[in-house]
C-alpha cells in the first residue's frame, strides 16, 4: 500500500491553485475576488435561488458572515437579493449573470491553461493526473 505524503500534497496544492487562479485571470483580464465570494458563487450556480441562512449552512460559516458577504457582493454586482416568493420578510439570493459570466469565463481560462502547461508533461505524468481526478475530487468532499 502506496503511504499518502499528506505535507507534500498540501505543499503542492496550495500554491498550484494560486498558480492557476493567477493565470486564469491574466488570460481573461479577469477581476480578482476574494476566495469566501467564490465559494458563494460556486454555491449559487445558475438557476440557484438561495436565502442566506441555507447559504450559509451550505457553506459551513456564520449567517452574519454571509450577510456581511452578501452586501459586499451586492455592491459588486456579482449577486442579487430580493424578497422571499411568498415571505416578504424573507431574502433570497442568487448569482447575477455578470457573476456567472465572469465564472464561466474563468472556467475556460483555467481549463486552457491547464491543457497547455499539460504539454511540456510526459504521457506517462498526464495519465498519472487523470487517474488521480477521481481520487482528488473525492478528498476535496472529504475535507468539506
Known amino acids: 500500500m502506496t503511504e ?3 505535507g507534500r500534497l498540501a505543499a503542492v496544492v496550495s500554491p498550484l491553485r ?5 493565470a486564469a485571470r491574466s488570460r481573461e483580464q479577469l477581476p480578482e475576488i476574494p476566495d ?3 465559494e458563494v458563487i460556486r454555491a449559487l450556480p445558475a438557476g440557484t435561488v438561495l436565502a442566506p441562512s441555507v447559504l450559509a449552512d451550505r457553506l459551513g460559516v456564520q449567517r452574519s458572515t454571509v450577510s456581511n458577504l452578501l452586501k459586499s457582493m451586492e455592491r ?4 442579487e437579493r430580493r424578497a422571499a416568493a411568498g415571505d416578504g420578510r424573507g431574502v433570497e439570493v442568487e448569482a447575477s449573470a455578470r457573476a456567472l459570466d465572469l465564472f464561466g469565463r474563468f472556467d ?3 481549463a486552457a491553461v ?3 502547461a499539460a504539454t511540456a508533461l510526459s504521457d506517462e505524468d498526464r495519465a498519472a493526473i487523470a487517474a488521480a481526478i477521481p481520487a482528488l475530487e473525492r478528498l476535496r468532499d472529504a475535507l468539506g
Open 4 to 6: 499518502l505524503d499528506a
Open 114 to 116: 491547464v491543457t497547455e
Open 108 to 110: 475556460l481560462a483555467a
Open 18 to 22: 494560486r498558480m492557476l487562479l493567477g
Open 36 to 38: 469566501a465570494q467564490i
Open 76 to 79: 459588486a454586482g456579482l449577486v
